[in-house]
């Protein structure tokens, strides 16, 4: 018997460390995203989904056969996580964005049909707005991961972390808009015109390409002089 408390008080102390690493983690990464999401929001969404991924799968393997499972099952879960939300990055971004307007529309009326309405309407709004918002959005979602695992880790209280988490959101979304979006400007190659309806063409940094928003249409091919 005595051998047998022995093993699952360690168990539960190792539990409770993996618990600790784990928010940790999803700390850090909660004020990467709030300071430099702009920047770091397809790698941090990887992890993100890692994170995610593992944590599902740790308490699944947990709840059905102990320990061992559910580190395993971390592994699994975190390695399909990362892959998915690297794939599917914008999309994972917005379902995010719906999920957090879900929760606080939810504490706020306890109406699951009006919560799951404004889910949608903000995932549909930060698909099309995602450029535009990507700053303000990235420092939402950090800020509550931080706040989340500030209350989680017993560092402050509930109110405490709400504070704390509005201070990051406005601190997060000016240096994100103001500072690195035009620092982003700034680097990219003057603007070009498409050849078919005479728009500015956007510049997409993460396929290094031109293309219209009207047209949709690819940059024109250089010139042989530049070749």
Known sequence: MA??????ELTSELQDEVLFAILVIALIFGLLLV?????LWKPIMSIIGGFIG????YMIGLYFDGLLLGLLGAVVGGLIGSLL?????????SVLAGIIAFG?????????????IALILVFILSSFFMEKIIGILTA??????????????????????????????????????????RKAASALPPTHLCPQCGSAMSYDQYN???YCRSCDLP???PPPDTW
Request: hydrophobic content about 60%.
């Open 85 to 93: 939300f690297r794939l599917l990055v914008e999309f994972a971004l």
């Open 140 to 181: 939402v979602i950090g800020a509550i991961l931080v706040g989340v695992c500030l209350t989680q880790l017993d560092i402050v209280s509930i109110e405490s972390a709400v504070v704390i988490s509005l201070v990051l959101i406005v601190l997060g979304s000016v240096i994100q808009m103001f500072f690195l979006e």
């Open 104 to 116: 606080v529309v939810y504490g706020a009326t306890g109406n699951w049909i009006i919560s799951f």
């Open 208 to 210: 290094n390409r031109w």
């Open 54 to 57: 593992a944590t599902l799968g």
């Open 3 to 8: 051998q047998i408390y022995i093993i699952e």
């Open 219 to 221: 940059p024109p091919p």
């Open 35 to 39: 300071f430099a999401g702009r920047i």
